[in-house]
Structure formats: C-alpha cells, structure tokens
C-alpha cells in the first residue's frame, strides 16, 4: 500500500470535515477578506481573468471573484470543489494539488493565493518583499511575460505537532524572457516555506525563500 501523503491527509480531512467547516465559517465575524479581494478586483480590467488558489466551498469571497471576473479556482478536497461547483456554475473549479497544476503562460490578469499580511518573500538577486503590494510586484512581471511560467515540486512537508506551523520544501522550474538577451530562459532551483495556522483554519504563507540552481537558455 503507497505511503499517504501530507497532501492526501489535507484533502481527506476537508472532504469528511465539510459539514463542520462550513458551520465553522459561518461564525467568523470580523474578516477583511472581501475587503482584500475588493482592493485586488479595483486593480484589474473589466471582467478580469482571475486564479484562486485554495478556492474552498465557494464562499463569500469566492462569489465576489466570480460575479466580477472569469474565475478558475484550484483546490485540493474534491468534497470543496463540488460545493463550489455547484454554488457557482458560471466559474470553472479543478480539484488538484496547486503545487502540481499548470496554464499556458499570461493565462491570468490575477492571483488569488496564500500570503499572510505581514508575509516575506525572498526572491533571488531581488531586495525582500515585506510587503503586500512589493509581493504582488514580484510576481506581476511573470504574469506580464509571454514566456512566464512557474512550477513547483513539493518534496517533503514538516507539520511539528503544535499545529501552528508547517513549513514545505522542493524544486521550482521558472521560465520567463531574459532581459539582457531577450530569449526565452529557464532556471531551476529549491524552495523552503513557512506557513502559519490562521485564526479563519486557513494556511497562510509567512516566508518564502527561493534559491536558483541550474540556468538554460531556449535554443533560437
């Protein structure tokens, strides 16, 4: 018999816990996350073309992106995604493993994901992004770029037993246009995570670390 997964884990613990989840939600009082998603759908164009990473049960914040824009929503619980699915039939929902899914590059005008407030993101030869908007920056020149895509590899996922951390690792594959030989260039290397246990059950990011390995050109 293969051995389980900390992803499988997650997905069954969302898929049989769903009643209780909901439940759970419902009674959260004080959240900003339709404020933040109003901040991010005033950036966009008209009818933007938005991904939501860990898109849930079609909660609140989900419908919000789905009456504003074209929403793919990705999650790991099948449970999820068919609540989703069902709650809102115009958006598309994926059940899959976010680390594992892929699109065509500058697929989306947005990106609906896991970063905490007061997140780090450390990018190679880029000064640390302590910021929501110098992350979101980061990240907007790959979403821009008709070469850019981005992948991951998760190896091993570390959950201590206080619950209140998890940090994951792996490899990265990016593909973006490099600015000195404006060719299409690839660049593989290693990650590290941090995540930290939300007040709402969610998982968000704290720190992101990225080191670059092995750098290829695509062949003219």
Do not use: C
């Amino acid at each position: 018999m293969p051995e389980e997964r900390p992803q499988d884990v997650v997905a069954r613990g969302y898929d049989t816990g769903a009643d209780a989840f909901a439940a759970w939600q419902r009674r959260i009082t004080g959240s900003r996350r339709l404020e933040r998603v109003g901040e991010v759908l005033a950036l966009l164009p008209d009818h933007p073309d938005v991904l939501e990473l860990g898109s849930g049960a079609g909660v609140s914040s989900t419908r919000m992106l789905a009456g504003r824009a074209r929403l793919i929503g990705v999650d790991i619980s099948a449970e999820q995604v068919r609540r989703a699915q069902e709650r809102l039939a115009d958006a598309t929902f994926l059940h899959e493993d976010y680390t594992k899914v892929s699109f065509e590059p500058d697929s989306f005008d947005a990106v609906v994901a896991f970063y905490a407030p007061d997140a780090q993101l450390f990018n190679p030869g880029q000064p640390v992004a302590t910021t929501p908007e110098q992350i979101r920056a980061s990240f907007a020149g790959l979403f821009s770029d008709g070469n850019g895509a981005l992948s991951f590899e998760t190896t091993e996922v570390i959950l201590p037993s206080s619950g209140d951390y998890a940090v994951t690792q792996g490899t990265f594959t990016l593909s973006y246009t490099d600015p000195a030989t404006h060719q299409a260039a690839t660049i593989t290397g290693n990650y590290v995570t941090l995540w930290r246990h939300q007040d709402d059950d969610s998982w968000k990011i704290m720190r992101d670390i990225a080191t670059p390995g092995l750098q290829t050109a695509a062949t003219p």
